[in-house]
């Protein structure tokens, strides 16, 4: 995810992230799918809540990190243009590992106005801008 390829909107209140339901769960499953490496993905949704899941296929192939392909962000970016969303998300998991970001993760956090979700045992949620981290409290609608 090395460019800016769309728009990215996250209206945070207080440090909250606002997410459906039906969202969480279904990045938990992505996750239970690929139990040996790391899922990943983009989250979409308007009116600042994410509503749509995006996901995505991890081109590292590696529990420890992972990338989209350029294509597939492009096409990922287009689908969510042409639903008339914003993008306001992007999601992996840590498999094995704890649900807060890695070194890495905050190196290539290339969109800060998106919410950065962390899968493991449990979701979690963060505002990654210019190497500083800062927990979401997640709140499902």
Same mark, same amino acid.
């Given at each position: 995810?090395?460019?800016?390829?769309?728009?990215?909107?996250?209206?945070?209140?207080?440090?909250?992230?606002?997410?459906?339901?039906?969202?969480?769960?279904?990045?938990?499953?992505?996750?239970?799918?690929?139990?040996?490496?790391?899922?990943?993905?983009?989250?979409?949704?308007?009116?600042?809540? *994410?509503?749509?899941?995006? /996901?995505?296929?991890? %081109?590292?192939? =590696? @529990?420890?990190?992972? +990338?989209? !392909?350029?294509?597939?962000?492009?096409?990922?970016?287009?689908?969510?243009?042409?639903?008339?969303?914003?993008?306001?998300? *992007?999601?992996?998991?840590? /498999?094995?590992?704890? %649900?807060?970001? =890695? @070194?890495?993760?905050? +190196?290539? !956090?290339?969109?800060?106005?998106?919410?950065?979700?962390?899968?493991?045992?449990?979701?979690?949620?963060?505002?990654?801008?210019?190497?500083?981290?800062?927990?979401?409290?997640?709140?499902?609608?």
């Amino acid at each position: 995810m090395d460019c800016l390829v769309g728009r990215t909107t996250l209206r945070t209140m207080a440090g909250e992230v606002r997410i459906r339901k039906k969202i969480l769960e279904r990045m938990a499953e992505e996750a239970s799918r690929t139990p040996k490496q790391e899922c990943c993905g983009l989250l979409a949704g308007r009116e600042g809540v *994410i509503s749509e899941i995006f /996901p995505a296929t991890n %081109a590292l192939w =590696s @529990a420890t990190e992972f +990338e989209i !392909a350029p294509q597939e962000l492009f096409r990922i970016f287009r689908a969510i243009r042409d639903a008339g969303l914003e993008h306001m998300g *992007i999601y992996h998991s840590h /498999p094995g590992g704890p %649900a807060a970001p =890695s @070194a890495r993760d905050i +190196e290539r !956090a290339f969109y800060p106005e998106a919410a950065y979700f962390v899968i493991s045992v449990e979701a979690k949620a963060f505002e990654i801008r210019e190497g500083r981290v800062e927990e979401l409290q997640i709140r499902m609608v």
